[in-house]
């Protein structure tokens, strides 16, 4: 019998109004009749899904409280699972999990419900990565992404390339094992799905470029030369005043980084030092960060002051910058006397133009294709990918060239890479490592 393991299904960090405990295994349903009693309960006809509100009575613990029944396989799990919702207090919640461990439950490991649900054949690896994701999120589109990952969008989209791969492996295996009985050429249907199936997984692996945007977010430097008026563009995308903005050049001196969140994505904003030649030993510090911050950026907004002549300093520094993504934004257009080349004219300190500003940063980015292209989201799904990817490509170029054997290796290579994506055939010690990032109660 497996264990029953119990935690809590809600943060013990702070009280809430109410503590969630949770537990699963063969033996929650005996458990939960020692320690909760309600007068529309009784045990022997206790219907699965449906919240009775009663009392939690175990030693020096007591509560009102609702408690809900998932009758295997039909829960969270695929095993008994129990709920009990009491008051949110830390120690009414820690003691409700003692008296359980008490009783003969064990506290959970992190992960290890959804591990039980991934071994229970509830989800496959790669959702319950989805539901680590979105417990994680920020931002509503990495919410999203995360969703599209535990409901199993990459998993469709491999299950069909396995499809083809596994159809060659068949004809393979055919003229390797009765090649006197065949009365078809295979070769050609063999390659024609070995081709489906790379182009599938090569749209898969192209979609994946930058997703880290949406999980990680994006990191966005705001650079030009001093008083340009860097920090009122922050600000203004922050919506909060979070940098000093004074008309004394060279104010800020020293990389400032705030996040926000823009539509839903999280931008690692980075408003840096205004980058000129300076003997003050400080600023020169400063420069020297705002440039490596620039070098470290996903995109940067190279901002001109559209009230003061150009300089060959402006010059000199848009060149360095000209070398990544970038937007030059051309400030203070209520004030303009000297139009700059720009891609956008804005004015900070009043917003005018901010949201266009922001249309074209996602534009740039191409935020919209990858918020829907296939979550393939973690490295060990890229590698997995990318692995399969090789050998149907081995499996085809060398395909009248060598032995169908040699053909076959390649074919199962691929498969295997994906079965492992899924967890259909992968190292243990992954899976733990997997879980163990978990939080516990999850």
């Given at each position: 019998?497996?264990?029953?393991?119990?935690?809590?299904?809600?943060?013990?960090?702070?009280?809430?109004?109410?503590?969630?405990?949770?537990?699963?295994?063969?033996?929650?349903?005996?458990?939960?009749?020692?320690?909760?009693?309600?007068?529309?309960?009784?045990?022997?006809?206790?219907?699965?899904?449906?919240?009775?509100?009663?009392?939690?009575?175990?030693?020096?613990?007591?509560?009102?409280?609702?408690?809900?029944?998932?009758?295997?396989?039909?829960?969270?799990?695929?095993?008994?699972?129990?709920?009990?919702?009491?008051?949110?207090?830390?120690?009414?919640?820690?003691?409700?999990?003692?008296?359980?461990?008490?009783?003969g439950a064990r506290p959970a490991e992190p992960g290890e419900f959804t591990k039980r649900a991934y071994l229970n054949g509830k989800m496959n690896l790669a959702e319950a990565e989805g539901v680590q994701e979105l417990i994680n999120a920020e931002g509503e589109?990495?919410?999203?992404?995360?969703?599209?990952?535990?409901?199993?969008?990459?998993?469709?989209?491999?299950?069909?390339?396995?499809?083809?791969?596994?159809?060659?492996?068949?004809?393979?295996?055919?003229?390797?094992?009765?090649?006197?009985?065949?009365?078809?050429?295979?070769?050609?249907?063999?390659?024609?799905?070995?081709?489906?199936?790379?182009?599938?997984?090569?749209?898969?692996?192209?979609?994946?470029?930058?997703?880290?945007?949406?999980?990680?977010?994006?990191?966005?430097?705001?650079?030009?030369?001093?008083?340009?008026?860097?920090?009122?563009?922050?600000?203004?995308?922050?919506?909060?005043?979070?940098?000093?903005?004074?008309?004394?050049?060279g104010t800020t001196r020293d990389v400032l980084r705030e996040s926000c969140t823009l539509r839903g994505l999280k931008i690692n904003l980075t408003d840096t030092a205004g980058i000129r030649e300076s003997d003050d030993t400080v600023e020169k510090i400063g420069?020297?960060?705002?440039?490596?911050?620039?070098?470290?950026?996903?995109?940067?907004?190279?901002?001109?002051?559209?009230?003061?002549?150009?300089?060959?300093?402006?010059?000199?520094?848009?060149?360095?910058?000209?070398?990544?993504?970038?937007?030059?934004?051309?400030?203070?257009?209520?004030?303009?006397?000297f139009p700059r080349v720009a891609d956008i004219s804005i004015e900070a300190k009043t917003g005018k133009g901010i949201e266009e500003l922001i249309d074209m940063m996602f534009d740039k980015l191409d935020i919209e294709k990858i918020a829907t292209a296939v979550?393939?989201?973690?490295?060990?799904?890229?590698?997995?990918?990318?692995?399969?990817?090789?050998?149907?490509?081995?499996?085809?170029?060398?395909?009248?060239?060598?032995?169908?054997?040699?053909?076959?290796?390649?074919?199962?290579?691929?498969?295997?890479?994906?079965?492992?994506?899924?967890?259909?055939?992968?190292?243990?010690?992954?899976?733990?490592?997997?879980?163990?990032?978990?939080?516990?109660?999850?």
């Amino acid at each position: 019998m497996k264990d029953t393991i119990v935690a809590s299904a809600t943060p013990l960090a702070r009280a809430g109004a109410v503590g969630i405990v949770k537990m699963s295994g063969e033996n929650a349903l005996e458990l939960a009749k020692k320690v909760f009693s309600a007068t529309s309960l009784t045990w022997e006809s206790v219907e699965p899904n449906k919240m009775y509100l009663g009392e939690f009575s175990s030693g020096e613990i007591k509560d009102k409280a609702f408690c809900v029944y998932y009758k295997a396989p039909k829960s969270y799990t695929g095993e008994d699972v129990i709920e009990i919702q009491a008051h949110g207090g830390i120690s009414l919640i820690k003691g409700i999990i003692r008296e359980l461990v008490k009783l003969g439950a064990r506290p959970a490991e992190p992960g290890e419900f959804t591990k039980r649900a991934y071994l229970n054949g509830k989800m496959n690896l790669a959702e319950a990565e989805g539901v680590q994701e979105l417990i994680n999120a920020e931002g509503e589109l990495a919410v999203k992404q995360a969703y599209r990952l535990m409901d199993g969008e990459l998993s469709r989209g491999i299950e069909l390339a396995k499809a083809e791969i596994l159809t060659a492996d068949v004809n393979l295996e055919s003229v390797l094992d009765y090649p006197e009985e065949l009365t078809d050429d295979l070769s050609e249907p063999t390659i024609n799905a070995l081709n489906n199936a790379r182009t599938r997984l090569i749209d898969i692996y192209n979609g994946s470029k930058n997703q880290h945007f949406i999980t990680e977010g994006v990191t966005l430097a705001i650079a030009g030369l001093p008083n340009v008026g860097k920090s009122s563009l922050m600000n203004a995308l922050m919506h909060e005043e979070r940098a000093i903005v004074t008309d004394i050049a060279g104010t800020t001196r020293d990389v400032l980084r705030e996040s926000c969140t823009l539509r839903g994505l999280k931008i690692n904003l980075t408003d840096t030092a205004g980058i000129r030649e300076s003997d003050d030993t400080v600023e020169k510090i400063g420069v020297e960060r705002a440039k490596k911050a620039i070098e470290g950026a996903d995109i940067v907004l190279f901002l001109m002051d559209s009230a003061t002549p150009e300089t060959p300093e402006e010059i000199e520094l848009y060149k360095e910058i000209s070398t990544k993504k970038h937007l030059r934004v051309e400030n203070k257009e209520d004030i303009k006397s000297f139009p700059r080349v720009a891609d956008i004219s804005i004015e900070a300190k009043t917003g005018k133009g901010i949201e266009e500003l922001i249309d074209m940063m996602f534009d740039k980015l191409d935020i919209e294709k990858i918020a829907t292209a296939v979550p393939l989201t973690s490295e060990r799904h890229l590698h997995a990918v990318k692995t399969a990817i090789e050998a149907i490509e081995s499996a085809i170029d060398n395909f009248y060239a060598v032995p169908i054997d040699c053909t076959s290796v390649d074919v199962k290579s691929a498969y295997r890479a994906l079965a492992e994506l899924t967890g259909e055939d992968v190292d243990e010690n992954i899976v733990n490592e997997i879980f163990s990032r978990f939080c516990v109660g999850k």
